[in-house]
């Protein structure tokens, strides 16, 4: 059984908590490393890896902390080099090349943002759950059969955006870099319509902005194509 616990999401730090029940994993550091230390009540001795998607700092704010730590980092070699910092907890893992984290198969896919080599990750474990977690993509290219939980970004609403800029509270180039960057709750949904969902148990909606989004219309809509349980952490 998967739990997924959000300690951080959004512009300000993204920072997940997921585990089988066996093997805790940690979905981007991008939060102080004692911010996560009081999320999880300290218990973070256990966790077997940190897996980072790209350099952004509030997905990567605590990469040197998380080393310090003794906890192994992967991300792309793209990611890597960006970050531009050295150690040897930070693993370099290569695209749809997969890789154990003790009881999880991890499957690194490429998504689509404005940075060198951003990841989507895959994860299964031994009991059959497969959780997919893509943030911070305006797209996803792949399908994937038979997951359980779903972790994705949902950033903006078009409308609501197209009605930010009429009324000039978002500028107008903020909507040429978001379109490119980030994942509208149009395309989230044609994302899971396009994806076979009989086995989803929950989808967890991440990373929406406080400006141009709408956290219960969202909900509803999701929830309302999907049939699923759905968060809005």
């Not at 890597?80 to 009881?103: D, P, S, V």
């Not at 994942?183 to 989808?203: P, T, Y």
Request: charged residues 25%; neutral net charge; proline residues 2%.
């Amino acid at each position: 059984m998967i739990v997924i616990k959000t300690i951080a999401t959004g512009s300000t730090g993204n920072c997940y908590h997921v585990t089988d029940g066996i093997t805790p994993l940690l979905l981007e550091c991008g939060i102080s490393f004692k911010n996560i230390q009081k999320a999880l009540d300290f218990k973070t001795s256990d966790i077997a890896g940190v897996l980072v998607t790209h350099e952004h700092k509030d997905h990567c704010k605590a990469v040197s902390e998380v080393a310090d730590r003794g906890l192994n980092i992967y991300m792309s070699s793209g990611t890597k080099e960006a970050i531009g910092i050295n150690h040897h907890r930070i693993k370099a893992i290569e695209n749809k090349k997969q890789f154990k984290l003790g009881t999880w198969t991890i499957l690194p896919f490429d998504v689509q943002h404005d940075v060198s080599e951003p990841f989507g990750f895959l994860l299964a474990n031994e009991a059959g759950d497969k959780l997919l977690f893509a943030t911070d993509t305006y797209y996803v290219r792949y399908k994937f059969q038979g997951l359980t939980h779903i972790m994705v970004e949902a950033n903006y609403s078009t409308e609501i955006l197209n009605e930010n800029i009429a009324t000039g509270r978002v500028h107008d180039g903020m909507k040429r870099r978001l379109v490119k960057s980030h994942f509208s709750l149009e395309n989230v949904l044609e994302f899971l319509k396009a994806n076979d969902l009989s086995k989803v148990q929950e989808i967890h909606l991440l990373h929406l902005s406080d400006s141009n989004s709408d956290e219960t219309m969202f909900k509803k809509a999701v929830q309302e194509q999907t049939g699923k349980l759905v968060y809005v952490p």
